[in-house]
């Protein structure tokens, strides 16, 4: 994939640009063997063929750094001197997004929105957060500096909705500070409908305004798809789901067996369990807090264990109770291949049996490794 923004020096952020895909692909993969291979012992660990993306058009949500101004607003990133410059064809970006960023930019003006200056820490409108579903509807975030935009933008919002229809949330976001954070905790939704369906393999996923999704839609199915396998073939009578976000994991092996997901934020919870109750699965349960506060806390242990941690991993808690606990099978999901290894160390007879790359991030070094452990 070749980019005007990156040949012409606007934009370094995709670090891979311009390489030829399946070395980029073919690199990752050799980085992720290299360092899972001592871990593996007999008989030694299987890797599947790597999980390859399309090389553009894949990203399912943007975050668009608002500057210029009111009259001619930018929508992109900042340059070093903290100044908007204008990506709006970012080739990365999945093309219902960019087609939106015309009705978005004349809003602005409209609702008198003045871009944040960041060198000058002035202005009301930070970001543009926007996120479409696999149905092509959008979720639309301002982050703004106050509530003092607020009036505006709900006088226009029924003018913007008739323009884009395929807008199904919109909130504001509340960031009063100053620092290298995209939102604040303040999260005011505008719009009658709160939640954004991400149909992924044919379950419904619900997502709230502050609630994480993956990036790539395609290969978060597959990865879905490929942990179902895994778990089905140890055939668990019970699992844990833990960092489980939304539920994408837990709703997806969930059904038939007893699974219980667990993430530190009761927005995400609440989307989880709407998740659950579309599948009609009365056998999954989420519940809001710490992922290694519970498992220490608890007075049993599952079968099997789903972990799809930060890029920090678990950490020696976490993994300190893996290692001791009776799980027979565990499926992680790593978004950094570094801190797997270090947590694998931890978890010396817990073995990498299989393992998949899955290329979520491709024209970047960035990636997403699953591994099957047993026992």
């Not at 709006?88 to 009705?103: D, F, N, S, Y």
């Not at 778990?231 to 699974?259: I, K, N, Q, T």
Request: aromatic content about 6%; charged content about 20%.
């Amino acid at each position: 994939m070749q980019c005007s923004y990156f040949d012409a020096g606007r934009c370094r952020s995709c670090t891979l640009m311009g390489q030829p895909y399946p070395a980029q692909l073919a690199a990752k993969q050799h980085r992720c063997e290299d360092l899972l291979a001592p871990f593996a012992g007999a008989p030694g660990l299987a890797w599947l063929p790597p999980v390859a993306s399309r090389e553009s058009g894949f990203r399912n949500k943007a975050k668009w750094v608002v500057g210029g101004t009111v009259a001619e607003p930018t929508l992109g990133i900042l340059d070093a001197a903290g100044h908007g410059m204008d990506l709006r064809e970012c080739g990365v970006c999945r093309p219902g997004l960019l087609a939106c960023l015309p009705t978005l930019g004349a809003f602005i003006t409209l609702a008198g929105l003045t871009p944040y200056d960041v060198p000058g820490r002035s202005g009301e409108l930070k970001y543009l957060l926007v996120t479409e579903s696999p149905d092509g509807e959008l979720m639309l975030r301002f982050v703004l500096r106050s509530r003092e935009p607020l009036a505006r933008i709900r006088k226009h919002l029924p003018g913007l909705l008739r323009e884009l229809p395929q807008l199904a949330v919109v909130s504001a976001n509340i960031h009063p500070e100053h620092k290298a954070v995209v939102e604040g905790e303040r999260e005011i939704v505008l719009t009658e409908r709160e939640t954004l369906r991400m149909r992924v393999n044919g379950i419904d996923l619900r997502l709230r305004p502050q609630s994480f999704f993956q990036t790539n839609t395609e290969i978060a199915a597959a990865l879905y798809r490929q942990a179902r396998e895994w778990v089905d073939e140890a055939g668990p009578a019970s699992v844990w789901d833990l960092y489980c976000g939304v539920g994408g994991f837990a709703l997806h092996c969930g059904g038939e067996r007893d699974v219980l997901g667990v993430e530190t934020s009761p927005n995400a919870v609440g989307s989880a369990r709407l998740g659950a109750a579309a599948a009609g699965q009365d056998r999954t349960r989420f519940v809001a807090d710490d992922a290694t506060s519970f498992a220490l806390a608890a007075a049993t242990h599952p079968d099997l264990v789903i972990v799809n941690p930060p890029r920090r991993g678990l950490g020696e808690e976490l993994c300190g109770w893996l290692e001791a606990s009776a799980v027979g099978h565990a499926v992680y999901s790593s978004c950094n291949v570094e801190s797997l290894a270090r947590d694998l160390a931890r978890m010396p007879s817990l073995r990498p049996r299989r393992a998949r790359l899955f290329d979520m991030f491709p024209q970047t070094t960035h990636h997403e490794v699953m591994v099957l452990l047993e026992r």
